[in-house]
């Protein structure tokens, strides 16, 4: 009997001693924030591609802005930054992308007027996307650009380093679409 | 000089019987070690030992067919013995006439796994284990966590537990294997029909019993030593059992580990599937004619892979795996490396119960428990994150229970209280959001339940359970915490009547259920990568209502055997599952399929099947078999995850091999079919239901003695035929084939 009070006793200390400490956790991770620049060869107007959704999953929808169409027969030097904007001030997640590079690689599904080529590599000398040529084609209405980042792709499978993403694998960490026109 | 000739004139007349039917067994060996001296049964199962002197005796017992058994036995003056040996095959859910007559679960349909059927299945997971009982399933994420489904329930609907403890842990996550080792189980049994009134509501869908720490009287040193080798994940495992009584304590104690690598299908690796599993714990018990004390502590670590070509992030990843004959992430080489996704979990139970008898025909009941479950997940994640749990959840529960019992002439009753609290927290260093808020939860519970033998066939059970069930739940919305408060009056009708004879007994089995929402159906909120889609909870989700009906009948069919039929029904009102959403939600990582936790109108029914014949001396004939549908009945359709049609045959025979009679050997093949899922429509899952699928498994068991102690020897095979499938249960099917062929082999020794 002695056993069973010593027990009880030492269960009631227990319960009386979780006090709630609820902690509200960090998101790490979070990607709020998708941008493209693009800056076109031998002057003209920039375009910058946004997609945002400052609440992470679930929660408001995601908004999308595009400041300007791409001008026919234009090449744009594009950089991809990707922003976590729930922080303040904003984290520059691009640099994390950076360090891993050989485990990250964007690819972009385009419409048939719209070309996007790899402009850097890893030390591997395999694509990453952060840097690219985009070309415009002839003008054409709605065209899209799917942007998609794949974490743990594998590169050397076929076509993936061409930018075919059907053979990659990994896991999607971004996958944004954007429709605009060529004029 | 006197004294001792007539101490050693003592005699000890005996009988060795099967223990569910009564049938004597001859040719039964008693061997006691203390005298060195052998005796052998009669044609009527008796033995005559003559010129004992007084003392205590070990009694050996062997039978061919039989797992020996050791008795310890005072004698002080002439006495007569009956021995009841286990058959090598259970042969029916355990045959009530030769069970105790008080025992409160008589009118379920119950079925027991013992003596060397167990034996076999042992080196599996607790869902394993038991899925080879007709109406009794799994759902798996892969091999290394599986969860058992009774008669269509699973989860947080069934009761798992463990020598008198009932399992508290995030039994909610379609991917979270129960934390219940079952290597040392003496018995393993499956109540199938609802049995809330003593194991609360959410015994609903039935109950898993696992008898690991049993406590013997015998002062002596006895133990189980047990290794085991798998080819498939080239997994090898040991453990060890001691039991005995020292001061005064009656002592059991065990420790397995258990450790496997990447398993393969017929043609390739499942890269990350292995698995670490450390278990110990130790029992003690003190036991006198007036009362009973027994405490107890044990834990359990698991550290399981998933495999990593199962792990996507949104719709187009899972698109893409489901078009792939071979997973993404196959590599040619084995490897034991366990990378992210993995689980990692350890839970500890500690207990205590005390019983009195407090007059003649009263006692008086009190246990405690407290349980830690840890449970962590870790993704692929960027930014050296993998190391970092995604999910770690500690939920601590203490159950404590008050039980008076009365045994009457005919009638007995028990009358009980129980309260449980809970504390479940997300601890700190997630680096996300949680999926399943901080809570914390209390449960006071009250029950009455009677048994009365209504005369020599007919026997009745009834009883009644109220349960509330209060929650204080803290949810992060928009970064701050809300606080919610949830409280709801649930319980329990259950009557059960029983007729039996020499032949028959027939059970039916009724009761009501009404169980409140879990915090997960209510509360969870975010991306659950077990599924691969974002889940929401709906808080105002109410009580679950339930009534079940069981009929279940056991037949003896003379020279065709036994055979037992199960039929049920259950009607459940404002059932709660997983509801896919229309439309999928934009994220920045794409569209995700949204679930949400809803309720309709569910209608499940079923039969399960049993039959086994003895064709000829040692050689028995087993057939099972299992159908069950769960319609949606609100929408018309049924609901996923409904276990398709199965069935098995299987042969065993033994063999006596000259010499000592306790060598034997053992032969047993099966058959397995599966049937395809028919049922659910192609549109309301990621794949259509995978084809129907024949499986062979077969081996030998060597049974014998060194040096006079009992030790088993078994070479099996499963999946003879390497044949390529996928299980609709298996939710690595969407990703990969199921394993391929498996050798094992598997030494244990007695002593």
Redesign the interface.
Known sequence: ?K??LL??LL?SM??LS?N?D????????L????RYDLIPRGGGSNVILI?R?L????GN??TTMISDNLKAGKVYDGTLSILNEAEDPAED?TI??R??AEEHQFFFQTGNQIQVAYNDTDNNGKPIGLKTILTAGNAAASQTIKI?LR??P?KNASGVAGGNI?NA????????LFTLDVE | MKGIYAQCLLKVTGQVQDRHDGVSLEFASVYIPELKKDYTTDITGHFTIEGLCAGKYHFDVFHIGCESQSFFIEISSDTMVIFQMEHHLELLSEVLITEHKHDRNLSQASYALTGSELQRLKSQSLAAIVSGIPGVDMIQSGGNAAKPIIQGLTGNRIAMVSDGVILESQQWGIDHAPEINGSHAEKISVIKSSAPVLYGTSAMGGVILVDNFKQVEDPHLHGIVNSSYNTNGRAFGGSAKLMGKMLGWTYNTQAMFRKNGDQHTPDYFLNNTGSQEVAGGLAIGKISDRQSLRIRADYMFQNLGILRGAHIGNTTDLENALYRSVPFFTEEQFSYTIEAPRQEIGHLTTAVNYSRNISAHQNLNFSYNLQQNRRMEFDVRRGGRSDKPIIDLRLLSQTANLTWEHEGKSINTKIGADFRYQDNDNLPGTGALPLIPDYMSWKPSLFFLQAADLSDHFHAEYGLRYEYTGYNIFKIVNNAIEESKKKFNGGAINLGFVYYNDLTSIKVDASYIARAPQVNEMYNSGLHQGIAALEFGNPSLGLEQSVKITADASQQLGKAGKINLTLYGQKVKDFIYLAPAAEPALTVRGAFLVYNYTNNDALISGLDMLHVVNLLSGLDWTNKLSYIRAINTDENKELVLTPPFRASSAMNYDLALGGLKSNSLEFFVQWKYTGRQNEVADGDDFLAAPEAYHLADGGIIFHSSLLRLPIDLELSCSNIFNKTYRDYMNRLRYFADDTGRNLHLNLQIKF
């Open positions: 009997m056993h069973v027990f009880t269960g227990l319960m979780c709630e609820n902690n509200i956790e960090n998101q790490e991770e990607i709020t924030t998708v997609f959704d609440d992470g999953d679930g929808a995601p997640i994390e992308i360090d891993e998609t974490h743990e594998d059907q694998g990994g896991e999607t960490d971004v996958e944004v």
